[in-house]
């Protein structure tokens, strides 16, 4: 069963059971893969991949960390609240998030790979990881990470 069917069934249930913050989130989610659906139909492709069904959900999530940032410095911690809440629910659909450490471990083995030592090196470093990453890190933490290791 492909994501969105999974989001509309999820869309069914959240109507049934009248959970309204269940029902808005996975509706921005099925929004944002109609929208992705729509915009690579010119280049022939019919369904989304899963590589780009990942990319909607890690953009859906970024703008709930980015809002839930942005609540917390205005004191308005009732919405940072929703935005958490509703963070919660998309990150059911994406795959299980790395810990610190998992993360640390790669950012290495990929510094070690292009040979990357100071923090001029920090951009193929990052390239490298975002795509190795992606989905499983939140960018946030990687570059941190990154800059951790190359003393940035």
Known sequence: MSLKDTITEGIQGAMKAQDKVRLETLRSIKKGLLEKEVSVRP??????TEEQE???LS???????????QYQKAHRDDLAQQEAQELAIVEEFLPQQ????EVAAVIEQIIAQVGASSAKDMGKVMGAAMQQL?????????????KAKLGG
């Open 54 to 56: 990942l990319d909607v």
């Open 98 to 101: 790395l810990s610190d450490a």
């Open 43 to 48: 280049s022939g492709q019919t369904e989304l």
């Open 59 to 69: 953009q859906v999530a970024k703008q709930r960390r980015d809002s839930i940032e």
């Open 134 to 146: 992606k989905g499983k890190a939140d960018g946030k933490k990687v570059q941190a990470s990154v």
